[in-house]
């Protein structure tokens, strides 16, 4: 729909921003404010956490806005600046406007507006000047919405604008291979409840998959975290599980590579990089959730090596994985996360009928709703020796320090996660509404059906930018624990929100679990749970900012 004669639209764009970042920084001199109110009154931090995390879905939202703009620019420069990327921009931009000038929704039940930091409508100027209104109008034109679909339906979608060919060679190779090797068969998998085959798994090997960001001098391809969360997201773009099974040697890797001894990595780096070892992270536990620091699991020396007790819980892949990065409490007079080490405990693969053959180790499945290819367990440890050479680093009391080091990788992973997952609802949506007929003709001519198609290419787009500059962000080694807890939070809301509506597409259809967007659904809602949740992750971005 759009004409270049618009081009001035980016221009208009840029200046709609400042207005939303004065938005967002009067917000954050609001919650200042509220917070030294609660401090002043006696109340602890957790008083005025709806302004808080309500901050933090402002300020991601305004740093979305602000790489859709970037990308845009990006494009303008290479003289690539089409029609197609200027309706994403427009719709992109007023939706998002909107939304922080009227309700955004932190959740389905949880709306955040202007006067919840206590700023009144007739001090919201910023967001309702002449430059915000023209640009919502332009955005909201039905006929960029028909246009974005349009395009979308015949396979024209915008340029990601990776930077990199070897990146993007990788990326064409891994879609193919999800094509032809995942997609077919995913649904099947998670209906049967199965683990993901051992050919898929040994086919991902080959590719290299699970040695991208490790070293060459260990076997790997040392090629990043953006390349990371572009694998990521086209294996989930086929399932979930794979996509979450080719991360998993990414944080092994990271810990062992960044907190290891020498010793260490020469053991473990290269069979991480050529998939003979499979990794699980062994750290949640069931009184602590993400509270790691209270863990109980104890590990108490004894001569040459450490006796584990304790349990845990949700944890990924334990029955075939081979090695397990174990968080436990090895100074137990220390309290706290000073306590804490982590241990690289080989484990042998569980086999049918004894999935848990180790001496002094249990485990049981928890049943879930989806996220199945790799299955999650319940874990107890009696007993369980591990050598103390097993002990990361060397140095007992660094675990927590350790951990924490590698959760922005594990959050830009998610994020990545869920941008497959998006994307794959979008296809799922798109494709059933060019096919499925009503009163005479295909639904996807029908406005609410094709808008809600527009909106979910959009935020798409949205959730890859900004996953793909955190990542930019991690790989030029600066500290990101803000951009990627922003990608996760918008990210994972996107996914589900796309589920959602591609399901909606379907009708009834959608309920029905041969129709792959069903699984879809459950997959979609465990992204704004684990790696911090939804809530979690809204207090670390606040606290970060603030």
Same mark, same amino acid.
């Given at each position: 729909?759009? &004409? ?5 639209l @980016? ?16 917000? /954050?001199?609001?919650?200042r404010e509220?917070? /030294?109110q609660?401090a ?5 931090? &957790?008083?005025q ?22 990308w845009? +620019?990006?494009l303008q ?9 200027l ?6 931009f007023?939706?998002y ?13 949880e709306?955040? =507006?202007?006067?919840d930091?206590?700023? $009144?409508?007739s001090?919201?100027g ?6 915000v ?16 679909v ?9 340029? $990601?604008?990776?930077?990199? &060919? ?17 997609a077919?068969f ?8 199965i683990l993901?085959p051992?050919?898929?798994v ?12 490790i $070293?060459?001098?260990? #076997?790997?391809?040392?090629?990043g975290? %953006? ?22 040697a990414?944080?092994? #890797? ?12 020469e053991?473990? %780096?290269?069979?991480l990089a ?12 069931p009184?602590?959730?993400? &509270? ?27 029955? +075939?994985?081979?090695l ?20 690289l ?12 053959p180790?001496?002094?180790?249990? #485990?049981?499945e ?5 996220? +199945? ?5 319940e ?12 002990l ?7 675990g927590?320090?350790?951990?924490m /080091? ?9 994020a ?24 005479? =003709? ?10 809600k ?5 959009v935020?798409?787009?949205?959730? =890859?930018?900004?996953?793909?500059? /955190? ?17 996760? %939070?918008?990210?994972?809301r996107?996914?589900?929100a ?6 909606q597409?379907? #009708? ?13 659904l ?18 670390? @971005? ?5």
């Amino acid at each position: 729909m759009t &004409d270049l004669a618009t081009a001035p639209l @980016i221009d208009l764009a840029a200046r709609a921003l400042g207005h939303a970042q004065s938005y967002r920084d009067a917000v /954050a001199k609001a919650c200042r404010e509220l917070v /030294a109110q609660s401090a002043g009154q006696g109340e602890d931090g &957790d008083a005025q956490q709806r302004a808080l995390h309500g901050y933090a879905w402002v300020a991601s939202y305004v740093e979305a806005l602000t790489q859709l703009l970037d990308w845009a +620019r990006r494009l303008q420069t290479r003289g690539q600046l089409s029609a197609l990327a200027l309706d994403y921009v427009a719709i992109g931009f007023a939706e998002y406007l909107q939304q922080l000038r009227g309700g955004l929704p932190m959740s389905q039940s949880e709306t955040v =507006r202007p006067l919840d930091f206590g700023i $009144p409508m007739s001090a919201m100027g910023m967001l309702h000047g002449d430059e915000v209104e023209r640009l919502i109008a332009l955005g909201n034109a039905p006929g960029r919405r028909a246009a974005v679909v349009g395009e979308a339906s015949v396979g024209r979608w915008p340029d $990601p604008l990776l930077d990199h &060919d070897g990146i993007e060679a990788f990326r064409v190779q891994v879609r193919r291979f999800s094509d032809d090797k995942i997609a077919p068969f995913a649904n099947d998998w998670h209906r049967a409840d199965i683990l993901i085959p051992d050919s898929v798994v040994s086919q991902m090997a080959e590719l290299g998959v699970f040695g991208l960001t490790i $070293p060459e001098a260990y #076997g790997g391809s040392d090629l990043g975290k %953006l390349a990371m969360a572009v694998v990521s997201e086209e294996l989930s773009r086929g399932y979930i599980g794979t996509g979450s099974l080719g991360t998993r040697a990414e944080i092994a #890797g990271e810990l062992i590579n960044t907190g290891g001894t020498a010793a260490q990595k020469e053991r473990y %780096l290269p069979s991480l990089a050529d998939g003979s070892i499979l990794p699980t992270a062994v750290f949640t536990e069931p009184g602590s959730g993400s &509270d790691l620091a209270s863990l109980a699991t104890r590990a108490v020396r004894d001569g040459e090596v450490f006796r584990v007790t304790g349990a845990k819980t949700w944890i990924t892949h334990a029955v +075939r994985s081979d090695l397990m990065t174990l968080l436990v409490r090895t100074e137990l007079d220390v309290p706290g996360a000073r306590g804490i080490s982590l241990l690289l405990a080989d484990k042998p693969r569980g086999v049918e009928g004894n999935p848990f053959p180790a001496a002094g180790m249990s #485990g049981s499945e928890i049943p879930v709703l989806g996220y +199945r290819g790799m299955k999650e367990y319940e874990l107890a440890f009696d007993g369980f020796t591990v050598p103390a050479s097993s002990l990361l680093g060397g140095a007992p009391g660094q675990g927590f320090r350790q951990l924490m /080091a590698t959760f922005e990788s594990a959050r830009i992973q998610t994020a990545a996660r869920a941008t497959g997952v998006a994307q794959n609802a979008l296809e799922l949506g798109l494709a059933y509404a060019l096919t499925r007929k009503q009163f005479g =003709r295909p639904i996807i001519e029908f406005p609410r059906v094709r808008d809600k198609l527009a909106m979910m290419a959009v935020e798409t787009l949205i959730a =890859r930018q900004l996953t793909y500059f /955190a990542a930019r962000r991690k790989d030029t080694g600066k500290r990101c624990d803000v951009e990627a807890g922003m990608a996760k %939070l918008v990210a994972a809301r996107v996914a589900w929100a796309n589920a959602d509506s591609a399901l909606q597409v379907h #009708g009834g259809n959608g309920y029905a679990l041969e129709y792959p967007v069903s699984r879809l659904l459950c997959d979609a809602r465990i992204l704004n749970i684990f790696e911090g949740a939804g809530e979690i992750q809204a207090h670390v @971005i606040a606290r970060g900012l603030l």
